[in-house]
């Protein structure tokens, strides 16, 4: 049954690393929505470039500081 096992991990890592592409993608949209949002309300009107650079950085940083992968054995 090695073989069964070792299809099996391979299939969870691969939703696994969909999954996590999906919530990356999705806090992305939330972060570049957030700085946008908070750009209007602090009166400035940046360029979509800088505001999309900016959201990119935060959530990439987000996801570097929380993305522990956990193993389970």
């Known amino acids: 049954m090695g073989l069964l096992d070792s299809l099996g991990g391979l299939a969870a890592s691969i939703v696994g ?5 999906v919530f990356a ?16 309300i602090a009166g400035l009107s940046p360029d979509d470039s800088y505001v999309v650079l900016s959201g990119s ?17």
Not at 17 to 21: D, Q, R, V
Not at 25 to 40: C, K, N, P, R, Y
Not at 57 to 62: E, K, T, V
């Open 17 to 21: 690393a969909i999954i996590f592409l």
């Open 25 to 40: 993608i999705l806090s992305l949209f939330v972060t570049v929505f957030i700085v946008d949002a908070a750009a209007g």
């Open 57 to 73: 950085i935060l959530a990439a940083a987000a996801i570097v500081a929380g993305g522990g992968i956990a193993t389970l054995e």
